[in-house]
């Protein structure tokens, strides 16, 4: 009688079929007690998504005694059925071109390969595959594609292994460019839209990166493509450079690196070098005079050169940040105690020697409500006796950069505030300087109390790079004699490994006078060929009279007005250096300055010295529009003049309003123009256009580190007055 009631409830409430509700019981069954009648029951079931459904059962008779039958189980007057999963089909394509025999599984425990007991399978023809999954699983795991040399890449046999991944919530494509968005969501702690949206920014495409972009003939499908090749290609040329030095070889720790740790150290290096990487990208699927063939040699050439220029890897700098990685992280907590570490730091002698430590006073350290915690920097630097500090940039003489914080154009002298919040239990989220920068961070520390000055700095000094202009391989005392071999570290010392992972920067200038831009007169920027006597303004300039050819433009439209990239051209020069190029073109008259690249111009046969090798990068504006077309320049070495351009690409611009300034912007800058980290940006205000920059989102930093107590155990050795929060 029971059953029969508790089934017809179900039923009711559409959980059962009527079948069931009807069994058991009838006009011959005993009746129930009065006590059986005053119950009430409430029924919940749990179906195969998760969905739960509740019915009450009045006078069912149902006592408290658990109560069990066809998966359902009541107690207590409350009756749960809960269904079996269901097991999904997820339809998925894995594409560079079409990747036919590659493994794809849900990397269930994280560690970058399909092990047995992950789901899995392989990809068909057209790179298509459908993995069965329990509907408890769907959108849990990131997808991994292990593409190894049995796999074929369109109709091309896959030659060197590589790996791609998307994101657990986005799984019909898998594509080098949702590698990257499943990357940057690591890094970050983001969402998947949130970092598909950052790295089609940072590559400069129109199209999702999420997209598959397979079949597509339209010009930004078209460079989503050159990008995923590119990608692979770097990926396979870092892979077969560094594996021998890297998987197999004991990692900083002292850990055996795997295949897994170098996939992930190369994909994250990717997200690092995307910028430049976008650039090249862009520059090969705008040439239409490429055919497939050279486009593929292209790729290739550029993907080799990428390694040390874009991706700066080598098997000691990956192992190194390998075992880094490794690391148990601390906790992203505050402490309530005065703090901080040493990051950069060179000592000649007692009297030259330069630091940049970040502190924390105990109030500092305070966690407020949701767990913020604050910092400032302090740089300092004692030259020939001379002490100063400040509070931003390596150079002193660029403390007093502004940068727009979001509601004003701001500084940070020494003792500003930058700001850390916890975003998961080891993880933190950072603005640095007032919003100059933001990001993620993570940290990890060895203790080293006991350990001896000299064996902890040797030790720091092979950690790959640099910091705050000082690389690691210099860092501390030029004579490590001074350290002594005896000297330790105290109890609570500890050795410190930080990364960072830049998501937002501002727009930035210097407010010196030598950042203020000039320009030439109308006459002078329109350049003409002053060979054979020709009577063109320009060609009375020379470089002692320079200044007086010069205007100080208050709007950015006055500059882009004389900045049309209109050279003048002289005859053949000769000096000390030696001798020009026989068309010998003047462009500082008409184009304006981007940065420059060290070493990136070769010196033309016959010229000898009268060029450097630094390449000077340019931009000029078009007649209507916002057209902005980029140059690579020679430099003079006598007076640092911009000669004879070669044009390297095109892109446009735009100005927007900041406060009380105008800030100008570019697009698809080039290469040349992306390897330097930052981008140029031209900011008026005041009746002036100061020369700015705005740093790289996506930069990865790994620095090494001693904190506050580490830190004054060198000072102390080296008789620098101990590191005081304030």
Known sequence: MLLKKVSQALAAAGLLGAGLAGCGGGADAPSTSATEKAASVMVSTTGPLGATSTASLASAGVSDAPIMFNGTTATGGVITTTAPPLTLSQPIRVVDGPLRNALVCLDANGNGACDSGEVQGRSGADGRLTLQMSSTIVGKYPLLAVVGTDAVDGTTAVATRFVLMAPADQAAVVTPLTTLVQAWAELAGSTTAVAAAAVQSAAGLAVSPLKDYTGATDAASVRAATLARLLVLAQQQAASALKAGVVGQKDFNGVVATQADLDKALRYALVDALPSLGAVAAATAADTTLTAATREAALLAAAKAAIGADLKLDAGKVLTLIGASKLPLDAAAGTKLAGGNLRGFTFSDANNWFFRANLSTAADNTPGADGTVRYYSRFERNAAGKVSDWGFHGDSARAGDLHWNGTAWSACPLGTRSTQKPQTGTRWTYSYCAGMEQGASWHSSVDVSGKTLLEVVTRLRGFPG????????????????????????????????????????APAYDVQGSAIATAYTAAVAAGGDARNGAK??????????????????????DLVAVSRGTPCIYGTSTNADGTSLARNEWWSNSTVSLGKATGAMAQPAGTGNYYTTTALLRVAFGTTGNATTYYKCLERTSDGSTRNCTQIGKGTYAIATLGDARVMSFTDLPLLSQRQGWSRVLVQRGGKIYFGYQNRVGAISSQARLNLTAANAVFGQLKISPLTPQ
């Open 466 to 505: 640099s910091a705050d202009g000082v690389p690691y391989a210099q860092w501390g005392p030029s004579d490590l004699k001074l350290l002594g071999t005896t000297a330790k570290f105290p109890t609570g010392a500890k050795l410190q490994f930080s990364t960072g992972f830049a998501t937002a920067t």
């Open 536 to 557: 063109v303004a320009c060609g009375a300039v020379t470089p002692t009279n320079s200044a007086t050819y010069k205007t100080t433009p208050a709007k950015l439209e």
